[in-house]
């Protein structure tokens, strides 16, 4: 029965690439002139061979966290499976390829932060985060809500300190100290100076106009981790964390939604990254077959579904 399912989500997989719109512009921070155009062409074979390297490391990350954190068994494969056929829900590869960064990004921050098993120090992996965290920094106000994820993974871990939160400061903000000791040394400090609003771009906030499937995916979100959490206090309290971490996180990443809709797409993205956490929970705990059946479709029919109400109007 699961190597049918995991056919039918290959399947997918395979309809939702092919459906894909092969755009090779990314659009970068206006403060990144000094550095590249801001408007950067790549080839479509590098989007393609960077966005399934990104997607194949947040695939990684989300399987070692599942298992290490929240229970799941080694031996679970489907999230291999699962989670690119979220990601593919995304037509357009150059905004593909931003999420998949995010997304790694994202996980990276829960893997290095959360207690477990893993080579490095506390401070090294905390440090390692921290800096990948600091790089989304130089594309806008966005990866300043990162920064206050890694906060509150320490604190809800229980393993925060003086001296960590001090690390995870100052790697956050070390990718932005080179910039602007590189724009220093070339004479375009006025790049940042000129436009000190540009770090949050003003004309794009508060933009609500879209579609309603747009919402579907934190719908879905919503529903199934208010049915996990009703039911996370029979795991131990190491999962119960893990739990309570993914949660607040999402929360503390929620105002961007109020910026740009390239944030907003950010962050609805990383919200069907979170379902697929609790997606897997539920499948672990379904008691009844129709529950279970549904649990199994359901990441074959809402992404087609969504593609549809996204894509056809």
């Not at 004309?203 to 529903?223: H, K, M, N, R, V």
Request: with cysteine.
């Amino acid at each position: 029965m699961k190597f049918v399912f995991m056919l039918l989500w290959l399947a997918t997989l395979v309809f939702l690439i092919l459906n894909g719109e092969p755009n090779t512009n990314i659009q970068l921070h206006p403060w990144l002139a000094g550095i590249t155009e801001t408007v950067l062409t790549l080839s479509f074979s590098w989007i393609v061979i960077l966005r399934v390297l990104f997607i194949a490391a947040s695939t990684l990350l989300l399987w070692l966290i599942s298992t290490r954190n929240l229970e799941v068994s080694r031996k679970e494969y489907m999230l291999f499976f699962i989670l690119p056929v979220i990601h593919f829900t995304i037509v357009d590869w150059s905004i593909g390829l931003m999420v998949s960064i995010y997304w790694t990004a994202f996980l990276l921050i829960l893997y290095q932060l959360l207690p477990g098993e893993s080579q490095g120090t506390v401070l090294r992996r905390t440090l390692t985060a921290a800096i990948l965290s600091g790089f989304l920094l130089l594309n806008g106000a966005f990866a300043v809500l990162f920064f206050v994820t890694g906060i509150i993974t320490m604190i809800i871990s229980q393993n925060i300190s003086f001296r960590r939160t001090l690390v995870w400061l100052t790697g956050f903000l070390t990718p932005a100290f080179f910039v602007l000791f590189w724009y220093f040394l070339t004479n375009k400090t006025n790049i940042l100076l000129d436009n000190p609003g540009a770090f949050v771009l003003q004309e794009d906030l508060l933009q609500f106009a879209f579609p309603a499937s747009f919402y579907g995916c934190p719908a879905l979100l919503f529903l199934l981790a208010l049915i996990v959490h009703s039911r996370v206090s029979e795991s131990k309290i190491s999962v119960r964390r893990s739990y309570s971490v993914i949660l607040f996180s999402l929360i503390a990443l929620a105002p961007a939604m109020i910026s740009s809709l390239f944030n907003t797409n950010i962050l609805f993205s990383i919200y069907g990254l979170a379902t697929v956490f609790y997606w897997t929970r539920l499948m672990y705990n379904a008691r009844r077959k129709a529950a279970f059946i549904i649990l199994w479709l359901m990441p074959i029919v809402f992404p087609i579904l969504y593609y549809y109400l996204l894509n056809y109007k």
